[in-house]
């Protein structure tokens, strides 16, 4: 077994992919219009677990946009060369909220996504 994705809830499907597919630079594997919902998968270049976004449902899941890791750091992502990807995702505007610090598991920075959600960028 391996986990293959979370859901992630966006406020809107196509606002989503193009920041995830843009400034995110994910990649976009699958648009399923199911009628009532859209089945959206997206995921980093190099593999590992991906996201299915989705829509909010309910007042609940609108008020979760963003907040889904509590205000915590909840998503990581792994990279084999931090200064590069640092710097393309500064120039896409992804937005850090400290600059890189070096840790005993490899160089950290944080960073919002543009619905709230805190990432570990984390690299050697």
Known sequence: MHLSALTLIIPDYDTAIAYYCGPMGFILQEDIDQSHKRWVRVAPPGGGAGFILAEPAN???????GAQGAGRVWLFLHTDDFARDHARLSAAGVTFEEAPRHEPYGTV????DMFGNRWDLIGS
Request: aromatic share 10%.
């Open 59 to 65: 007042d609940a899941q609108k008020a979760a946009v």
């Open 109 to 112: 920075a944080v960073f919002q």
